[in-house]
């Protein structure tokens, strides 16, 4: 008897919390959308409390700190977001694209790589950052 009233609270409240995580990661894509980045940061924040394996949560708060200059917190959350998904492949391009910007060739070139190995959407972007990065080692 105890049993079954367990599960059936586990059950009453699971679809809450699930919609509770979709609501605030929908908040705060709208509001990253309309370039509210503070009010975003907030909502995907939220998101990450409940679902702590949310790499899209962790992504636009990348794309956040990115706005705000953060590059700390920026390439932070973009380890975060691999760590979670080593095959995220924006994710990838946009370290290889922060290490490039720090001069770190060496790096950039491996995660290009590894993007290269990978993937799907960004193959293009990954042709023309292997030719960025060999032309600015060689300067």
Do not use: H, W
Request: hydrophobic share 40%; proline share 2%.
């Amino acid at each position: 008897m105890i049993l079954r009233f367990k599960l059936a609270l586990i059950l009453l409240c699971l679809p809450n919390k699930l919609m509770a995580n979709n609501i605030y990661f929908d908040e705060g894509l709208k509001l990253f959308n309309s370039k509210k980045f503070e009010e975003a940061k907030f909502k995907f924040e939220q998101n990450i409390v409940f679902n702590p394996k949310s790499e899209m949560s962790y992504l636009y708060l990348s794309k956040i700190f990115k706005n705000l200059n953060d590059k700390n917190l920026q390439e932070k959350n973009l380890n975060t977001v691999i760590l979670l998904n080593p095959e995220n492949e924006e994710a990838i391009f946009n370290l290889v694209k922060l290490k490039l910007e720090a001069s770190d060739y060496k790096k950039s070139k491996e995660l290009n790589e590894r993007l290269n190995n990978i993937c799907d959407k960004f193959c293009n972007q990954s042709k023309n950052l292997k030719i960025e990065i060999e032309n600015l080692s060689k300067n």
